[in-house]
């Protein structure tokens, strides 16, 4: 005796087994159905693990340099802040003999925004405010065999502190034990930065060469970075924005 089914009607001999065997069509159907079930899942844990991940510029910053550039596509560069009054002028090397401060550089600065202008010539940096100059400095760049960059460029990223590492090996002429620098404002690839130099008696011109202080202790130009006193460092890392237009003239 047939027994009833939900919809009323009763079953045929037979029918209950080929209901519970899926047909050929069917079959195909529910493997394409897993398939894409399954690479939808791996395009969801692909798509997290790249958003997770932030998508940094590229950069050919020296090697082991200890420097982590600013996302620029998602996260904010440190809010500003306000540098205060300008230090007093250094005009000084060994902090007791003047020099004298030079001409500014001629160039023509953006009537709105920064600009920071440095003569390698000089040995000067001079800061502008909406065209306007606000700050200069004594500085000291690269050494002879290993020369400051020219021509323009902007501030890549800001740093407070960072310690720089050599990327020559010891025994190199050019190698350095990893430095504590206390302000540093990225401004090229390669690791050229403006920055600090705590340990130096000697800015301004002819800073950049070799020479023999009357201490007896030898100086020489940097590796490359623009290196100022701590104060003056202080302050233009303060006032400058990421972005901030940076001119290397020889």
Same mark, same amino acid.
């Given at each position: 005796?047939?027994?009833?089914?939900?919809?009323?009607?009763?079953?045929?001999?037979?029918?209950?087994?080929?209901?519970?065997?899926?047909?050929?069509? !069917?079959?195909?159907?529910?493997?394409?159905?897993?398939? =894409?079930?399954?690479?939808? !899942?791996? !395009?969801?844990?692909?798509?997290?693990?790249?958003?997770?991940?932030?998508?940094?510029?590229?950069?050919?910053?020296?090697?082991?340099?200890?420097?982590?550039?600013?996302?620029?596509?998602?996260? /904010?560069?440190?809010?500003?802040?306000?540098?205060?009054?300008?230090?007093?002028? =250094?005009? =000084?090397?060994?902090?007791?003999?003047?020099?004298?401060?030079?001409?500014?550089?001629?160039?023509?600065?953006?009537? /709105? %925004? /920064?600009?920071?202008?440095?003569?390698?010539?000089?040995?000067?940096?001079?800061?502008? *405010?909406?065209?306007?100059?606000?700050?200069?400095?004594?500085?000291?760049?690269?050494?002879?065999?290993?020369?400051?960059?020219?021509?323009?460029?902007?501030?890549? %990223?800001?740093?407070?502190?960072?310690?720089?590492?050599?990327?020559?090996?010891?025994?190199?002429?050019?190698?350095?034990?990893?430095?504590?620098?206390?302000?540093?404002?990225?401004?090229?690839?390669? !690791?050229?930065?403006?920055?600090?130099?705590?340990?130096?008696?000697?800015?301004?011109?002819?800073?950049? *060469?070799?020479?023999?202080?009357?201490?007896?202790?030898?100086?020489?130009?940097?590796?490359?970075?623009?290196?100022?006193?701590?104060?003056?460092? *202080?302050?233009?890392?303060?006032?400058?924005?990421? %972005?901030?237009?940076?001119?290397?003239?020889?």
């Amino acid at each position: 005796m047939d027994v009833p089914t939900a919809g009323g009607s009763p079953e045929q001999p037979g029918q209950r087994n080929a209901a519970r065997r899926p047909s050929g069509k !069917g079959v195909i159907l529910l493997a394409l159905l897993l398939v =894409c079930v399954v690479a939808v !899942g791996f !395009g969801g844990v692909f798509a997290a693990s790249k958003l997770s991940r932030p998508a940094l510029k590229p950069s050919t910053l020296a090697q082991n340099q200890v420097v982590t550039l600013y996302n620029t596509s998602g996260s /904010q560069p440190p809010a500003k802040v306000d540098p205060g009054p300008p230090p007093p002028p =250094c005009n =000084c090397t060994l902090n007791t003999v003047n020099v004298p401060r030079p001409t500014p550089t001629p160039v023509r600065p953006p009537d /709105q %925004g /920064q600009m920071i202008v440095v003569s390698l010539t000089k040995e000067w940096l001079w800061a502008y *405010q909406d065209g306007k100059q606000v700050f200069d400095t004594p500085v000291t760049t690269g050494r002879p065999e290993l020369p400051t960059v020219t021509g323009t460029f902007s501030v890549m %990223g800001k740093f407070a502190p960072i310690e720089f590492t050599s990327p020559w090996p010891p025994g190199s002429p050019f190698w350095y034990a990893p430095t504590h620098i206390n302000f540093a404002l990225l401004f090229a690839d390669g !690791g050229y930065f403006l920055h600090d130099a705590w340990w130096r008696n000697d800015f301004g011109p002819g800073s950049n *060469q070799p020479h023999t202080l009357p201490d007896g202790t030898f100086e020489t130009g940097s590796h490359g970075c623009v290196q100022m006193p701590t104060p003056a460092a *202080q302050w233009l890392y303060n006032w400058a924005d990421v %972005g901030t237009i940076v001119q290397v003239n020889p």
